[in-house]
């Protein structure tokens, strides 16, 4: 109620703050409970000395004393907090069902091996679609198998993948990541990603050289159906201005395009 704890206000004042749309509900569930009816189980809305409005749970029991006076014993709960990310999960509830209705839902279907979903994105950094795919295909058909590409010699890599852009930085970045993912006991196919927590294939992606949370999120969502969303910053406004992204976490922890990878 916002009131000091060293004041004791009476029902009638307690009553004065209740929110108005809800005091003639909660009058009649105290009532019920001073006259022994059933314990007070009552929620609704408080108008606080400091001019904001919280939304309290009050569980109480009532008894008299000895000279017929009412005294309550119980607990208030401020459910403010819930009730307003309740509200605002419906809402982006409501948001994504009419994105379904109009656009989907549509069904998964795997793009690529996880490997190869690794590298396409590797190739995706600073660069367009267009020169990824071309530079993707230019690699696999100059390097039949991953094993070729991470054996071959630099410079060749590099001049597969040119067209990407940053080629010196992406030809040795992919031979080391293929260099770490071939010494792994766990598969050099990376399929075991899909049998792990999303949390433990997150973790190792992102131990790879040049693998953020964006690139790591491509592989486990488009590989794995995985309930991460690799965003870039379209994905990520579009998710604020629709409310499926809560507006005050306006730093997404996973997968933002701002990230290097």
Same mark, same amino acid.
């Given at each position: 109620?916002?009131?000091?704890?060293?004041?004791?206000?009476?029902?009638?004042?307690?009553?004065?703050?209740?929110?108005?749309?809800?005091?003639?509900?909660?009058?009649?569930?105290?009532?019920?409970?001073?006259?022994?009816a059933?314990?007070?189980r009552?929620?609704?809305?408080?108008?606080? @000395?400091?001019?904001?409005?919280?939304?309290?749970?009050?569980?109480?029991?009532?008894?008299?004393?000895?000279?017929?006076?009412?005294?309550?014993?119980?607990?208030?709960?401020?459910?403010?907090?819930?009730?307003?990310?309740?509200?605002?999960?419906?809402?982006?509830?409501?948001?994504?069902?009419?994105?379904?209705?109009?656009?989907?839902?549509?069904?998964?279907?795997?793009?690529?091996?996880?490997?190869?979903?690794?590298?396409?994105t590797?190739?995706?950094?600073?660069?367009?679609?267009?020169?990824?795919?071309?530079?993707?295909?230019?690699?696999?058909?100059?390097?039949?198998?991953?094993?070729?590409?991470?054996?071959?010699?630099?410079?060749?890599?590099?001049?597969?993948?040119?067209?990407?852009?940053?080629?010196?930085?992406?030809a @040795?970045?992919?031979?080391?990541?293929?260099?770490?993912?071939?010494?792994?006991?766990?598969?050099a196919?990376?399929?075991?990603?899909g049998?792990v927590?999303?949390?433990?294939?997150?973790?190792?992606?992102?131990?790879?050289?040049?693998?953020?949370?964006?690139?790591?999120?491509?592989?486990?969502?488009?590989?794995?159906?995985?309930?991460?969303?690799?965003?870039?910053?379209?994905v990520?406004?579009?998710?604020?201005?629709?409310?499926?992204? @809560?507006? @005050?976490?306006?730093?997404?922890?996973?997968?933002?395009?701002?990230?290097?990878?």
């Amino acid at each position: 109620y916002g009131v000091p704890p060293e004041e004791t206000p009476s029902l009638e004042q307690l009553m004065g703050m209740t929110h108005p749309g809800d005091r003639a509900a909660t009058e009649r569930a105290v009532r019920a409970a001073v006259a022994g009816a059933a314990p007070l189980r009552v929620e609704h809305r408080v108008l606080r @000395p400091d001019g904001t409005t919280r939304t309290i749970r009050v569980t109480a029991e009532f008894e008299r004393d000895e000279r017929g006076a009412v005294r309550g014993l119980g607990t208030v709960l401020d459910v403010t907090d819930l009730r307003r990310a309740e509200e605002q999960a419906q809402q982006q509830a409501a948001t994504v069902r009419r994105l379904a209705e109009a656009y989907g839902p549509l069904p998964y279907a795997r793009r690529h091996p996880p490997v190869s979903e690794l590298v396409t994105t590797l190739l995706s950094h600073s660069t367009t679609d267009l020169n990824q795919e071309r530079a993707f295909r230019t690699l696999r058909e100059r390097f039949p198998t991953w094993d070729e590409v991470r054996r071959a010699p630099t410079a060749e890599v590099e001049d597969a993948v040119r067209v990407a852009g940053l080629a010196n930085q992406k030809a @040795p970045r992919i031979q080391e990541v293929l260099d770490r993912i071939a010494d792994d006991p766990r598969g050099a196919d990376l399929e075991w990603l899909g049998a792990v927590p999303l949390d433990e294939a997150m973790a190792f992606l992102t131990s790879l050289n040049g693998v953020g949370p964006k690139t790591a999120a491509c592989v486990m969502c488009f590989c794995f159906d995985a309930h991460v969303v690799p965003a870039d910053t379209h994905v990520h406004r579009i998710a604020l201005r629709t409310g499926i992204v @809560p507006a @005050p976490f306006r730093e997404v922890r996973a997968a933002i395009a701002s990230s290097s990878g």
